[in-house]
């Protein structure tokens, strides 16, 4: 499986940004999906997750009401709608996807539950 994302840039604090990132390789159908972000000198920390069929989302608290996961399993790509966004945002934001069964939603804010990683897009929001 590969992941691409894209989407990040450059922004001024309160406006939005859509992230969005493209699967290939393997049943998309098969995959939860999470993004992750990291600033440098940081550990990389878990944003939001999307379970397999879309039912059940998972948000750090400093993005709840902000930001919004979601996926279009047309297209093969999932989503991070990112709006009121503050300086403190500013991160390279890496999607992420592992196999799991359709019921298996645990632990998805533990980057080692995941096996693909994307890239990385830059988002950078000024004040």
């Known amino acids: 499986v590969q992941l691409q994302a894209s989407g990040g840039g450059l922004v001024q604090a309160g406006d939005s940004l859509r992230l969005s990132c493209a699967s290939s390789?393997?049943?998309?159908?098969?995959?939860?999906l999470g993004w992750f972000r990291q600033v440098p000198g940081k550990e990389r920390e878990f944003v939001t997750a999307?379970?397999?069929?879309?039912?059940?989302?998972l948000y750090t608290d400093s993005v709840k009401g902000r930001f919004t996961i979601s996926r279009d399993s047309r297209k093969n790509t999932v989503y991070l709608q990112m709006n009121s966004l503050k300086p403190e945002d500013t991160a390279v934001y890496y999607c992420?996807?592992?196999?799991?069964?359709?019921?298996?939603?645990?632990?998805?804010?533990?980057?080692?539950?995941?096996?693909?990683w994307g890239q990385g897009t830059l988002v950078t929001v000024s004040s």
């Open positions: 999307i379970s397999r069929t879309g039912s059940n989302t």
């Open positions: 992420a996807g592992v196999h799991t069964i359709i019921t298996d939603f645990r632990d998805m804010d533990d980057r080692s539950r995941y096996h693909y």
């Open positions: 390789g393997g049943p998309f159908s098969r995959l939860a």
